[in-house]
């Protein structure tokens, strides 16, 4: 069974569309406090397994537990309520609402966002409201976007949208953070930035699942790598395990580097 | 049991009706996406234009189904050119087109209101009505031309879109403008094509609806346009054949459920088997299954 | 000036309805059409309740607004399973049942409707005069228009536009898309029947007529028209759209095609606006419909 400190269990998930078999008997752990890297070429499966665990996808067989608790099947809003908090590779910022405005969507259990609760409104309200803002100027200000906090988040660059929406996902307070593919499309100086904002979250108690492409930030940061091929797991260990692993030199990192 | 093959017969008269309006309707959605709420607007106008030319000018029937094939490609040539074009060319999605095919839809009703009045019109080509029987079942000769038609305009649409590259070009761009490009005709091109196509095709709908009833009024487009989009979609959305197919079916449940159920109930149940099926089968009956997406 | 005092309650009924659908189009992104069917609802209710039992006027709010959200809850149960053309189409159906039974039911009086309904009381006062409902229907779109600025200025609000903007990213944040679309839904709800009361008291008598798909429509129409996501522009719509075929009787268009040029003026509208300006006349976003 799942040892102490794994917060997050695959077993045998699979998954098809049609005739195409996305995820085919998935199965990884991924240990409380650490980075885990899914990686793998286009087609993989990668996204389609990060469905799966937030419940976006149902799959055909298989369970996924967090922690002891089965969360295959719940809805996505149960799955996140869990602890699992997920970043999207397109974003999916709310582009007319204030920089702002999106972190503090994100904080829970605000009892301002019951509508009956905003009818009868109340101090308590104005407290909350206060502190949710505190909570939110206090992130972007780490992220070096509080100058950016009343902008509308379309009018963002495409970097401060990734900070962001990073911003967004830690108000979320989950413990499992899914991001895919945080550093593509940033300049060499703003991934390394990410780099060590993500190994500071994990020093911080959040555990990281990652879909990554970039070879040398997976090697440099992760834990530890599954790589993923025409939907099956084909290798899993250190990074300095899956690099050497032939298999994975020649259907994956060999066609990439 | 004579009295329910009757009502399997009126069944196929009214789904005719109901699958010559969807086919239009399900070609221009397939080819642009949007709902095109107008073409009954469409549907009504040309069956104006029709009775101006058939009984007002006395210009005879071939010359009245000629005005009504080139008024309403013309009028959703246009509407297409004018409004949905220029839309989709500003990133705008069909869904706001859908919106504004209400207005359009509500412009046409009312200016024929304003030019041909709101009371009814007799759309007669004189002489008399042939009464067909067969055993126990009777039908007239509009409502066989009716049922003719419908089957040999099903039958070539579905060759068209199967087997021919113009079709088959249509079809594909419904799910991704730049496939159809692949053909290379020009996707807006194409779209002008489905519109003069599909509103040419309820053009002669009208007609031969409008000589089957005996009667045309301004409202007339309204209350089969509803119709139609219960057809497009208990058949299956973006799909000629399944729409046709769906327009049968509600035919013939409509008429099958005059058995048990008061007339007047029909328009609630259309609407409630519309609502079924949009939970509980959403690709319709015929439609194909679409592959699920991630997200 | 009973004409001057007629218009402004009908106005104030529009302002009231416009808001009430602006909260589901303009704030959350759900292009209901059944908002006509909802006020009919609250219509048959008021008139029913005041020809066989009570003309109250509180008694009347109250179960108007209960059975309006009885019938929502019916609509929005399973319409809100469904997104975009499909949410609207299915909301489509139901405006269309409901209002065949408003048409074909004994009890709802048939095409002719209702009729002989008396004038209603307030804490036994009886509200005779043109000018006494005129305050009526002002108070209520006043508690309509504060109650709904209230809940969107709260995190509830920016809940509702996060709907609009991105529904998976609301999900993945914990928070329940299903239920915000209910509560907004019911919410709206019970405003749209509320207006249907006031309607039935101003007029003491119903007419089936108003509360079809067409009037469906017209709503959606003030909505845009003001702008998507403002209140402040439902009602200046309302206002403007009421008042501007009343320009007719001073123009020199034949009485007869009044009805006609009117319907053609709104269609005009619909399609102006939604091809050229759909952040609506003091709208705040331009694409809040995508």
């Known amino acids: ?257 | 049991m004579s009295v329910l093959a009757q009502f399997a017969v009126n069944g196929i008269v009214t789904g005719s009706v109901y699958a010559l309006i969807a086919l239009g309707f399900a070609l221009i959605f397939t080819a642009s996406r949007v709902f095109h709420f107008a073409h009954g607007g469409v549907y009504t106008l040309s069956a104006f234009a029709g009775y101006t030319v058939l009984v007002t000018l006395e210009l005879g029937i071939v010359a009245a189904f000629l005005a009504a094939i080139v008024t309403a490609a013309l009028i959703g040539v246009l509407i297409n050119m004018l409004l949905y074009e220029p839309m989709k060319a500003g990133g705008v999605s069909p869904f706001v087109a859908l919106i504004s095919s209400f207005g359009v839809l509500i412009i046409i009703t009312h200016m024929t209101a304003m030019v041909w009045g709101s009371n009814p019109v007799v759309l007669s080509r004189g002489g008399k009505t042939t009464v067909y029987r067969f055993g126990a079942i009777y039908t007239t000769d509009a409502q066989m031309l009716i049922i003719g038609f419908t089957v040999i305009l099903a039958v070539a649409l579905w060759i068209f879109f199967r087997h021919m590259r113009l079709g088959i070009a249509i079809r594909a761009m419904g799910n991704d403008s730049e496939l159809a490009e692949v053909v290379g005709m020009p996707a807006k091109r194409l779209r002008n094509i489905s519109f003069i196509v599909g509103s040419g095709l309820v053009g002669i709908s009208a007609m031969l609806i409008g000589l089957n009833v005996g009667i045309i009024d301004f409202n007339m487009g309204n209350e089969i346009i509803l119709m139609a989009t219960v057809a497009m979609i208990i058949g299956g959305l973006g799909n000629v054949g399944a729409a046709a197919g769906g327009g049968f079916v509600l035919g013939m449940i409509q008429n099958i459920a005059i058995w048990k159920i008061e007339s007047k109930w029909q328009m609630a149940l259309s609407f409630a088997i519309l609502i079924i099926v949009l939970l509980f089968k959403p690709n319709g009956l015929f439609g194909e299954k679409r592959p699920a997406t991630g997200l | ?290």
């Open chain 3, 1 to 290: 000036m009973e004409y001057f005092i007629y218009i402004g309650t009908l106005i104030a009924i529009y302002a009231t309805l416009t808001i009430s659908l602006n909260l589901l189009v303009g704030y959350t992104g759900l292009i209901s059409i059944a908002q006509a069917a909802i006020y009919g609802v609250g219509a048959y209710t008021t008139a029913l309740l005041a020809l066989n039992f009570t003309n109250d006027l509180l008694i009347s709010f109250v179960c108007a607004a209960v059975v309006g959200v009885f019938v929502s809850l019916i609509i929005a149960l399973p319409s809100l399973r469904l997104t975009n053309e499909y949410f609207l189409i299915a909301t489509m159906g139901f405006q269309a049942i409901i209002f065949s039974l408003f048409m074909n039911l004994e009890i709802t009086g048939g095409a002719s409707g209702l009729y002989g309904i008396p004038h209603p009381t307030l804490f036994g006062h009886t509200i005779r005069a043109g000018w006494e409902k005129l305050l009526v229907a002002l108070a209520l779109a006043v508690i309509c228009y504060a109650s709904a600025l209230r809940i969107t200025n709260a995190p509830f609000g920016r809940l509702l536009r996060a709907v609009r903007e991105d529904q998976t990213a609301v999900a993945s944040l914990g928070k329940s898309v299903f239920r915000v679309k209910l509560a907004i839904f019911v919410f709206s709800a019970v405003f749209a029947s509320a207006a249907g009361t006031i309607y039935v008291y101003s007029l003491t008598a119903l007419d089936p007529v108003a509360f079809h798909l067409d009037e469906s429509i017209f709503i959606i129409t003030l909505v845009i028209v003001g702008g998507t996501g403002s209140l402040n522009g439902s009602i200046l719509a309302a206002a403007l759209l009421i008042l501007l075929p009343e320009t007719f009787k001073f123009m020199a268009i034949p009485e007869a095609i009044a009805p006609e040029v009117r319907q053609v003026l709104y269609g005009a509208l619909l399609v102006f606006f939604t091809r050229f300006r759909r952040q609506g006349l003091i709208g705040e976003y331009r694409d809040v419909l995508k």
């Open chain 1, 1 to 257: 069974m799942a040892s102490a400190d794994t917060i997050l269990r695959l077993e045998a998930l699979s998954k098809s569309f049609g005739g195409l078999q996305a995820v085919r008997d998935l199965s990884f752990d991924v240990n409380a406090g650490t980075i885990t890297s899914l990686i793998g070429g286009n087609g993989a499966g990668k996204t389609t397994a990060f469905n799966l665990i937030t419940g976006n996808l149902v799959p055909d067989s298989g369970h996924i537990y967090l922690r002891d608790a089965r969360v295959d099947g719940l809805p996505p809003h149960k799955v996140a309520r869990a602890g699992i908090a997920r970043g999207f590779q397109e974003l999916r910022l709310f582009n007319r609402l204030s920089a702002r405005d999106n972190v503090e969507a994100a904080i829970p259990n605000l009892r301002g966002e019951s509508i009956i609760r905003a009818l009868i409104g109340g101090r308590e309200l104005m407290d909350e409201r206060n502190a949710a803002d505190a909570r939110a100027n206090a992130l972007l200000d780490d992220l070096t976007i509080a100058s950016q906090a009343d902008s509308l988040a379309e009018r963002l660059s495409y970097g401060q949208q990734k900070l962001l929406s990073l911003g967004r996902l830690l108000a979320a307070e989950g413990e499992l953070l899914l991001l895919d593919e945080p550093t593509s499309g940033l300049s060499p100086g703003m991934v390394d930035d990410f780099c060590t904002r993500m190994r500071r979250l994990t020093g911080n108690g959040k555990t990281i699942l990652l879909i990554e492409h970039n070879v040398d930030i997976v090697m440099r940061l992760s834990d530890w790598v599954v790589v993923m091929h025409q939907g099956t797991k084909i290798a899993e260990g250190r990074p300095e395990e899956v690099r050497n692993n032939v298999t994975v030199m020649h259907t994956y990192l060999g066609i990439t580097s």
